[in-house]
């Protein structure tokens, strides 16, 4: 299908080329390399019209070719001189703004801010991105066996855009001016703004886009905050930009960029940092400048328990207000998902979460990393401490920032500013973990000791075997079961890389975190590979069989982008796909009509109409003859029959979905 798609495009793409006239070759320059005015088919539409023309299929972030002889003519507003915008040129008419997308770097050269560009759009792709207008081509993703607008190929952008004589700061639109974000508009997303009497969140004691707090997209979230409605506006910057180093400006005063918005949210886009921020304290130096060397460590975890005690058995939080300078191991962190946006340290003395409003921490603070902390200043507190019958129940020990009179997480930005490693992680710096044997064994331990601590479970097994999930749709919490036949829990969060594996099978050993709250011991298991000494039954067996296949219900919850689990899944036939390459709620079609051969929609009930309760039958070439037996294009009859089908639990058309299928077996 992809490859039909591909070479479908191609040969409009042959054809256009073909009848494009010479107003579309090689840009025509002057003697001094200048480019000369704009002389081929005349502009037809604006921007915004344009936009309008596919709003639907933008805010629901489908795409479709153009087919018709579009040619609008922006300014360039927006290139990647600084790298804060990357494979991209934001223009701008009168209208509106646009992204245009091209795989190609320096586009500056040819495209700064200020060049006018005429593009037809014939041929080219539109579409939403995070419901925002992007043009460019069609673009697979593998991964989700999805498709979008993506990139164009540089060679493509030549043929479809020509420059209108020289670039000149006299064509840039001057920016349209906000002082409240309740201003802000859609028609304003991708045009150049200037927001009024903002500040940065966090001024002056971080950076823009320091690389250890990157996100999967190698950027960082910063935030303005607007004067006179104390809303924030998220800034987006790269890790690649000439000024993801420098530190947050102080004061109040004006910044200029790209209006931006990923479904429905409101973010900026600097352009450059020496022509984009106004008014404002520019601060120099870097983070180290900032942070200096690391303090002498002067506590332990302990001292900090003693001197705040009150505090934290009371599940409050207050400022750490001495200078306290701790040191400690990282004993878990978020590497499979399992811990959530925090840190768990251990000294000699005991254990303490450290709460970060930022992901991806173990990029930074692997396993084994030593790290200095200055406590003064942030705020430490207990979580899930309480009484009852006069009897204390222990909860955790926490640094973070205040929270609802809480303690709750603090930002990424406070974090660095208080946190410096030390060293190279290694196993070698890891306490030895407590051994423990029974539920009594961990009741016996001193408060420090059983506080977010590091332990092996001995001679244990789980209560569910063999038969439930770790976590199949939210946390959830399984027995563990001692030699003894006293019992721990262990919780488990459905976003860790193991939550939907089924629990191992026999007797052996657990290292994990042991912490507590509201006097309920709990276990936090930091990997799979963590359990020692059981059988994984996972490897070679399928889950849901012929005999007892999963629901459409359950097989939803197991299905993932990347899906590996093969399963018998049992439902009605209710309908299909009327798109070729996508299935949306728009064009999902709950009968025969229209429907194509590429998918059948599976659901638990006959009658249901509801895309989301479905579970969507992707065929491809991998599912042989299955396809022409299943499908409703050649067997309409099938509709409403119950069947089972085994395949794999992986999304198709970017949906929870069965592929590859095996074989099927009408009920």
């Known amino acids: 299908m992809k490859t039909l798609r591909y070479l479908t495009y191609v040969c409009v793409l042959l054809v256009m080329t073909g009848c494009m006239d010479d107003g579309w070759n090689t840009p025509k320059t002057d003697a001094m ?91 080219l792709t539109i579409g939403g991105y995070g419901k925002s207008a992007q043009l460019g081509v069609e673009y697979y993703n593998p991964t989700k066996d999805s498709y979008s607008v993506g990139r164009m190929d540089k060679s493509i952008w030549a043929e479809h855009a020509t420059p209108d004589g020289p670039a000149s700061k006299n064509y840039i639109f001057n920016p349209i001016v906000v002082s409240s974000k309740s201003d802000l508009t859609s028609s304003m997303v991708g045009c150049l703004v ?214 709750g997480r603090m930002s990424s930005a406070i974090w660095n500013l208080h946190a410096w490693t030390s060293g190279t992680a290694s196993v070698n710096n890891l306490p030895t973990p407590t051994v423990i044997t029974s539920l009594d064994e961990i009741k016996a331990l001193s408060p420090m000791k059983a506080i977010n601590s590091l332990v092996i479970l001995k001679n244990v097994h789980f209560a569910n075997a063999a038969t439930a999930l770790f976590a199949p749709t939210a946390t959830t919490e399984q027995s563990v079961v001692f030699s003894d036949e006293s019992t721990a829990v262990m919780r488990t969060s459905n976003f860790a890389d193991f939550h939907n594996r089924i629990l191992p099978e026999g007797t052996g050993s657990m290292t994990c975190i042991l912490s507590c709250f509201k006097g309920t011991w709990q276990l936090t298991l930091r990997e799979y590979k963590d359990l020692v000494g059981f059988t994984d039954v996972n490897v070679l067996k399928v889950l849901g069989t012929k005999d007892n296949p999963y629901s459409v219900t359950s097989a939803r919850t197991i299905s993932t982008a990347s899906g590996t689990t093969q399963a018998w899944v049992e439902g009605y036939i209710v309908g299909a796909n009327t798109n070729a390459f996508s299935i949306t709620t728009s064009n999902a079609v709950f009968g025969t009509t229209g429907a194509k051969n590429s998918a059948i929609l599976l659901a638990a009930s006959p009658n249901e109409t509801n895309l989301s309760k479905c579970l969507v039958i992707g065929f491809a070439s991998d599912s042989g003859t299955n396809q022409s037996d299943l499908n409703l294009v050649d067997h309409p009859e099938n509709l409403g029959k119950k069947v089972k089908i085994s395949g794999t639990l992986k999304y198709a058309f970017s949906l929870p979905g069965l592929k590859t299928i095996t074989n099927y077996a009408w009920e």
């Open 194 to 407: 200037r927001l009024d009497n903002v500040n940065f969140e966090n001024e002056g004691i971080t950076a823009f886009a320091p690389e250890d707090e990157a996100d999967a997209g190698y950027g960082v979230t910063r935030a303005l905050i607007f004067q006179n409605d104390a809303a924030t506006l998220d800034v987006r910057n790269s890790i690649y930009s000439s000024f993801a180093n420098k530190i947050l400006p102080k004061g109040t005063g004006s910044v200029l960029g790209i209006l931006g918005s990923y479904n429905g949210s409101y973010q900026l886009t600097i352009r450059d940092y020496d022509t984009d921020i106004l008014n404002m304290q520019k601060v120099g130096g870097t983070m180290a400048d900032l942070k200096g060397d690391a303090p002498a460590v002067n506590s332990t975890i302990a001292d900090l328990y003693a001197k705040y005690q009150t505090t934290i058995e009371s599940s409050a939080a207050t400022t750490v207000d001495d200078n306290l300078v701790i040191q400690a191991v990282v004993v878990g962190n978020d590497n499979s998902g399992n811990i959530y946006k925090q840190l768990i340290l251990q000294d000699a003395t005991g254990g303490i979460t450290i709460s970060v409003d930022q992901s991806s921490l173990a990029t930074k603070y692997a396993v084994g990393q030593k790290v200095i902390i200055n406590c003064k200043g942030l705020y430490v507190g207990g979580y899930g401490w309480s009484t009852s019958g006069g009897v204390l129940q222990r909860g955790v020990i926490q640094l973070g920032a205040l929270y609802n009179g809480g303690i």
């Open 33 to 123: 390399g200048q480019y000369l005015p704009y002389s081929g088919p005349a502009v037809n539409t604006t921007i915004a019209d344009l936009k309008a023309k596919y709003a639907t299929l933008i805010e629901n972030n489908q795409y479709d070719m153009i087919d018709d002889d579009v040619i609008i003519e922006g300014v360039v507003m927006g290139d990647d001189r600084s790298g804060n915008i990357y494979n991209s040129l934001y223009i701008q008419d009168s209208t509106g703004g646009l992204q245009v997308s091209i795989s190609q770097n320096i586009l500056y050269v040819d495209y700064p801010v200020g060049q006018r560009v005429v593009i037809n759009c014939k041929g």
